[in-house]
C-alpha cells in the first residue's frame, strides 16, 4: 500500500524558515516524480514544485522560485521542501504527492499545517 | 501561472447529473491531454478522480467521466450520490513540468 507521510509543519514568523520532510513506502520511491501542492485555508489546490527521479531536475511555481527548494534522498525513500524566507500568503497545508510524469498525482499525504504568522 | 477557472459550487439531487467545467488557455488545458480532476472532502487529502481528460484509475466509479474541448476541461458526475458531496479541483499540465489548478468547484448534492 502506497503510502506518504509528511512532518515538519508548525508556526513560523515571518523570514522564518522551515523543512518539510515526506517519508514514502509501498513503492519504488526512486522511479517516481515526487512534487508538493500546498493548500492555503479554505482556498484550493497549489502545485509548488516537483523532482526528478535522480534529483537533477527541479521546477518550481513562480511564487516560491528563489526561496523554496525540492530534495529527495532515495536511500531513506524520503523528499524534502526547504522553505526560507518564509511570508504570511505561504500559509498553507503542504501536501506531498507522488507525480506520474507530466499527468497526474495519483497518490497524497495526509498534508502538514505551515502557519506564518508573528 | 494562472489558476484554471471553475465554477464556485453545483448541485444537483440524487441521481442526477451535473458538470463542473474548468477553463484555462492555449498554454495549458488547450494544448496538452494531460488534465486530471480530485475529490477533496472535508479535511481529508485529495484523491485522483480523472487523469488524462478522460482516464479513470482503478476504483474509480464510471459515474464519473471526463472530457475536453479547446481550452476547457469537464467533469461529468452522473447518478449522483450522497458521498459525491465534496469539493472537486482541475489540474493541468503546463508545460516544462509545471502544473496549474482550478480554484475548485463545491458540489452540493440536495
Known amino acids: 500500500e502506497v503510502q506518504l507521510v509528511e512532518s515538519g509543519g508548525g508556526l513560523v514568523q515571518p523570514g522564518g524558515s522551515l523543512r518539510l520532510s515526506c517519508a514514502a513506502s509501498?513503492?519504488?520511491?526512486?522511479?517516481?516524480?515526487m512534487s508538493w501542492v500546498r493548500q492555503a485555508p479554505g482556498k484550493g489546490l497549489e502545485w509548488v514544485a516537483n523532482?526528478?527521479?535522480?534529483?537533477?531536475?527541479?521546477y518550481s511555481v513562480d511564487s516560491v522560485k528563489g526561496r523554496f527548494t525540492i530534495s529527495r534522498d532515495n536511500a531513506k525513500n524520503s523528499l524534502f521542501l526547504q522553505m526560507n524566507s518564509l511570508r504570511a500568503e505561504d500559509t498553507a497545508v503542504y501536501y506531498c504527492a507522488r507525480a506520474v510524469g507530466t499527468t497526474e498525482f495519483d497518490y497524497w499525504g495526509q498534508g502538514t499545517l505551515v502557519t506564518v504568522s508573528s | 501561472q494562472s489558476a484554471l477557472t471553475q465554477p464556485r459550487s453545483v448541485s444537483g439531487s440524487p441521481g442526477q447529473s451535473v458538470t463542473i467545467s474548468c477553463t484555462g488557455t492555449?498554454?495549458?488545458?488547450?494544448?496538452?491531454?494531460?488534465v486530471s480532476w480530485y475529490q477533496q472532502h472535508p479535511g481529508k487529502a485529495p484523491k485522483l478522480m480523472i487523469y488524462d481528460v478522460t482516464k479513470r484509475p482503478s476504483g474509480v466509479p464510471d459515474r464519473f467521466s471526463g472530457s475536453k474541448s479547446g481550452n476547457t476541461a469537464s467533469l461529468t458526475i452522473s447518478g449522483l450520490q450522497a458521498e459525491d458531496e465534496a469539493d472537486y479541483f482541475c489540474?493541468?499540465?503546463?508545460?516544462?513540468?509545471?502544473?496549474?489548478f482550478g480554484g475548485g468547484t463545491k458540489l452540493t448534492v440536495l
Open positions: 489540474c493541468s499540465y503546463a508545460g516544462t513540468y509545471t502544473f496549474v
Open positions: 509501498g513503492f519504488t520511491f526512486s522511479s517516481y516524480w
Open positions: 492555449r498554454s495549458d488545458v488547450g494544448n496538452y491531454n494531460y
Open positions: 523532482i526528478n527521479q535522480d534529483g537533477r531536475e527541479k
